[in-house]
């Protein structure tokens, strides 16, 4: 899942300073499941900027919606009937989320009320972990289903370094070595062998973004535009 948290109440303060009617736009997945950008947290942000507006002796309106999905057209149609009575829109959802909503409502300002973190894992109640850096290139076959590239924090493709603590990261020493515990995650599963090959440097001199997939069944459908 994508993981977020909420921009300090003083940056979003100042972002709606100037616009008196904002609906602030809450997001049913992932920003929902972080407790950050759901149909709850968007009610809260929407009480608070409320209030302060009022003790600031601000006339302004704070309105809130939530849809099950800021990037997908489909469930952003849910506002077409709305967006037009306010000034701004205030959106709770990840980054892609929020250049969606801006590029649907192009002629409304579109503001951001999260920072988007990482992809991660819930970990417990009220703790997220960082698991992936959607490197485009996964060798988490080869690695134990652990990986190096978003664990280790030189993201090394052939490891350990020298570095390594008695299975500690000398960058920090309470953090595990990831490529130890590659080593053990292998050593479990029988499947050593796979530390034998080299890994070969990504090639990074040339970038292609931003990136798009298209899926395989949709290949001949997309491509007669081209």
């Known amino acids: 899942m994508i993981v977020a948290e909420r921009k300090k109440f003083d940056e979003l303060l100042e972002a709606v300073s100037t616009y008196r009617r904002v609906l602030v736009v809450g997001c049913g997945t992932c920003v929902a499941v972080c407790l950050t950008g759901g149909e709850k947290e968007a009610g809260l942000l929407s009480a608070e900027l409320d209030i302060a507006s009022q003790i600031n002796g601000r006339d302004q309106v704070f309105d809130t919606a939530c849809v099950e999905r800021q990037c ?124 034998q090959p080299i890994q070969p440097p990504r090639a990074r001199s040339v970038s292609n973004l931003p990136r798009r997939q298209i899926h395989a069944a949709y290949e001949r459908r997309y491509s007669a535009h081209e």
């Open 72 to 195: 997908d057209r489909e469930f952003l149609a849910d506002l077409d009937g709305v967006v037009g009575q306010y000034d701004a829109l205030l959106s709770l959802a990840c980054g892609a989320g929020i250049q969606f909503l801006a590029e649907k409502y192009a002629q409304q300002p579109v503001l951001a009320g999260v920072n988007t973190t990482f992809i991660g894992v819930n970990q417990d109640v009220g703790v997220w972990d960082e698991k992936c850096r959607a490197c485009r290139d996964c060798v988490l076959t080869l690695t134990g289903g652990i990986c190096p590239v978003t664990l280790c924090p030189k993201g090394l493709l052939n490891g350990p370094c020298g570095g390594t603590i008695d299975g500690r990261c000398e960058t920090d020493p309470d953090k595990d070595c990831a490529w130890t515990l590659i080593y053990r995650r292998l050593e479990e599963t029988g499947r050593l062998d796979n530390l």
